[in-house]
């Protein structure tokens, strides 16, 4: 499957932003998906995920409350609304697929597509 990430931008501090990821190719429909970020100058780092079926969803400590992932098996898209931003928010952020539920290094993400940049400004 091929993900590309959209919805980046700039915005405030408390301000609220929708990420998408649009997938092709591959089953968008059998996969856990998951959203990762990474700020300037450190390492990737998990944000949320989703199962397959749509219904039980993991997230961050960081994001917990403020982060809402979802997705649209018909549309082939994964969402992340965030919620109350803060400036460490600042990251790029990337989608990909989740090789099994419930794990949250690197490696247990694969297919990997181009991240899409969010500042947010104090």
């Known amino acids: 499957v091929q993900l590309q990430a959209s919805g980046g931008g700039l915005v405030q501090a408390g301000d609220s932003l929708r990420l998408s990821c649009a997938a092709s190719?591959?089953?968008?429909?059998?996969?856990?998906m998951g959203w990762f970020r990474q700020a300037p100058g450190k390492e990737r780092r998990f944000v949320a995920a989703?199962?397959?079926?749509?219904?039980?969803?993991d997230y961050a400590d960081s994001v917990q409350g403020r982060f809402i992932v979802s997705r649209d098996n018909v549309k082939r898209t994964l969402y992340l609304q965030m919620n109350s931003l803060e400036p460490e928010d600042t990251a790029v952020y990337f989608c990909?697929?989740?090789?099994?539920?419930?794990?949250?290094?690197?490696?247990?993400?694969?297919?990997w597509g181009p991240g899409t940049l969010v500042t947010v400004s104090s």
């Open positions: 190719g591959g089953i968008f429909s059998r996969s856990h």
């Open positions: 990909a697929v989740q090789r099994a539920w419930g794990r949250r290094g690197l490696d247990d993400f694969g297919s």
């Open positions: 989703i199962h397959v079926s749509g219904v039980r969803k």
